[in-house]
């Protein structure tokens, strides 16, 4: 039953259809890792089934307890077994013989390059996590990590892993009081960082943040007063502050440890890391993961999604370790699975816009898993940049971080993919630790922009203001109805926080803000946070909606919308555009009557934009999100919010000079 303090509102409408399927072929559904059966029998026992996939880690103690509810909405998952996530990333492999396997090409931005095999990375691990009991680090202490995506990024991770202490990864793109209000609230001991990073060709100082995040400053009078140590990576050689009592240098104490440690054993439940995102208070929320449930669900669901060959396969994940998406598919899922990695510290276009499709064809990747906002960028770039490249290594493509609309799928799958590779869309969330939603490699005949059925063992529903789910062609709330392992075990240190911040929409259902949608087949299609729904006169209608029509349109490489205020209808359609670098035709008042007509076409007239912008880039955060607050803001003509978080807040100042020029009239 929804929460009484919620107001009701009419259903989510469901206006865009989506004919196009494509089956699996023969040759990868005989030798896929997943079986349709696997639906039946997860139905059938979802405890067990969630059983056997834990038995595929190493446990010191084997566990005996499934799952213990009865602190709902806290779960507990294989309680009484111990083990060691860095122990089952690394040392396993190494173990059982696969030592020589390559665990990561790594590729600097400049073009420098390392590869580290499974035992080259058992070797680092250990001697960091020496040194970071030498540093006076033990389990259950906090370690915040502020680095960019080099090698020792996941060393750091893993080294806290192995000694049972907690890792808490700062994006290195976050700002110095964003670290600030991150290091304050786990109470790290230690700050792992560098002297800076390699972007766009410029060197980016990081040890200048972390030392100006930890002195006194307007928002924090104190220093902070956790931190003991400040250990520093040599990355970039420039020129770095230094305070002789406090700060370490990586070399210094990790390069002359001993590579030899044993792993400390944990038990299940030990929480293995805290990942903050943003809360609508403005203070970021400290999202914790334990180790068993989520090392199961993390392994599980990279094995079966990504359909992973481990002796074979080379697989990328462009996200960075910093976001959910790099903890999961490319620190603890991969390697426990003990696959091949690339590992890129750079941005796709320095220092050329075909950089990724170089880097595929130079390592011959086999499996690419990246954001729907970099897909759109490269259709904008154009089909000639990766057409210069032979991308012919590719057998899967993944997409992850927001919907994707069909026609960027299409575009995919034919321009990358060659028509050839299966796409698996992706649906999960920093809270739920590993996918929930997605298309099974070998078992499911994909759809353009849906994310489709939840994996086996995972139970999803879309429901209504009251809780009742809904049926085939409507729109509603996405709720997980049944605990998983992977599942968050709350906000570090705020259990109130997180019962109300997931739990009191629906009793006993977990809710964190997205809309979806059934279409006629069941197949479930994200429309985005349900705060993105506009009301325009009396319907309700999804912003990912509308922006899928517009980007149907072959001019489209991405779009943006959002409500305003409107006297009439409540509110109304407001679209800010990019077009694509080899769009034919129509000058820039033309576009605004076409792609209103696309609107038109493809959902109704009620979903006509009122306003379209044609612009030169809308603007995202640093993990590539879409901030519609902000273009709501200059859609209702008042003065732009905050745009610290952006990755790069002169769009804003661009988008507000055009506005005037990209109105259409009402028809």
Known sequence: MVNDAQTKSPALENLHTESRSFPPSIDFASQANARSDMYTRAAADRLGFWRD???????????????????????????DGTLNACDNAVDRHVREGRGD????????????????TYADMQREVSKAANALESLGITKGDRVAIYLPQIPEAVVSMLACARIGAIHSVVFGGFSADSLRQRIDDAQAKLVITADGGNRRGAHLALKPLVDASLAPSEAHPEPAASVEHVLVVKRTGQETAWTDERDVWWDDVVTTASADHTPVMVEAEHPLFILYTSGTTGSPKG???????????????HRVVFDLKPESDVYWCSADVGWI????YIVYGPMINGATQVLYEGVPNAPHEGRWWEIIEKYKVSIFYTAPTAIRT?????????????LSSLRLLGSVGEPINPEAWMWY???????????????????????????????TATKPGSAQVPLPGVSAAVVDDDAREVGPGRGGYLVLDQPWPSMLRGIWGDRERYEKTYWSHFDGLYFAGDGAKRDADGDIWLMGRVDDVMNVSGHRLSTTEIEHALVSHPWVAEAAVVGAADETTGQAVVAFVVV??????????GHEVAL???VKEQIGALAKPRTILVVSEVPKTRSGKIMRRLLRDVAEHRAVGDVTTLADSSVMDAIRDGLEGGKADDD
């Open 101 to 116: 396997r390559v665990a990561f090409h790594f590729e600097g931005e400049p073009g420098d390059t390392r590869t580290l």
């Open 325 to 328: 998406t790099g903890h999961s």
């Open 378 to 390: 490269f259709m904008k770039w154009g089909e000639a940049i990766p057409a210069r490249f032979d």
């Open 53 to 79: 996939q834990a038995e595929h880690l190493h446990w010191d103690t084997p566990f005996t307890e499934t799952l213990d509810w009865s602190d709902a909405p806290v779960a507990r998952w294989f309680a």
């Open 580 to 589: 694509k670098s080899d769009a034919a035709g129509a000058s820039a008042s």
């Open 287 to 301: 999202l914790f993961h334990t180790t068993g449930g989520y090392l199961t669900g993390a392994a599980y669901t």
């Open 413 to 443: 799958r034919r321009v990358i993919g060659g028509d050839r590779c299966p796409i698996v869309d992706t649906w999960w969330q920093t809270e739920t630790g590993s996918i929930m939603i997605s298309p099974l490699p070998g078992v």
């Open 596 to 598: 209103r007509e696309q």
